[in-house]
């Protein structure tokens, strides 16, 4: 996953849980600034603990799978969420 489409799925679960990126500022002490450039593909890089943070809040965790390996069932269901 590219931080590019990583940016737009935080967006996407953020709007899903209905905050804001005020709100999402004020739980995890990151920037609006930053929480825009991140979720719109505006920063080359960003630190994992940031990442980390905002998918907790979110609701959610890191996953790692094998490169080119099929996804699977739930993996498919879940991007259609």
């Given at each position: 996953?590219?931080?590019?489409?990583?940016?737009?799925?935080?967006?996407?679960?953020?709007?899903?849980?209905?905050?804001?990126?005020?709100?999402?500022?004020?739980?995890?002490?990151?920037?609006?600034?930053?929480?825009?450039?991140?979720?719109?593909?505006?920063?080359?890089?960003?630190g994992?603990?940031?990442?980390?943070?905002?998918?907790?809040?979110?609701?959610?965790?890191?996953?790692?799978?094998?490169?080119?390996?099929?996804?699977?069932?739930?993996?498919?269901?879940n991007?259609?969420?």
């Amino acid at each position: 996953m590219t931080l590019e489409l990583l940016g737009r799925e935080i967006k996407h679960l953020r709007k899903a849980k209905e905050w804001s990126q005020d709100d999402l500022e004020k739980y995890s002490g990151i920037t609006k600034r930053t929480i825009s450039k991140i979720e719109n593909g505006f920063i080359d890089e960003v630190g994992i603990k940031k990442v980390e943070l905002i998918l907790e809040l979110l609701g959610y965790e890191f996953s790692l799978r094998e490169k080119g390996r099929p996804k699977t069932l739930e993996e498919l269901q879940n991007e259609r969420r």
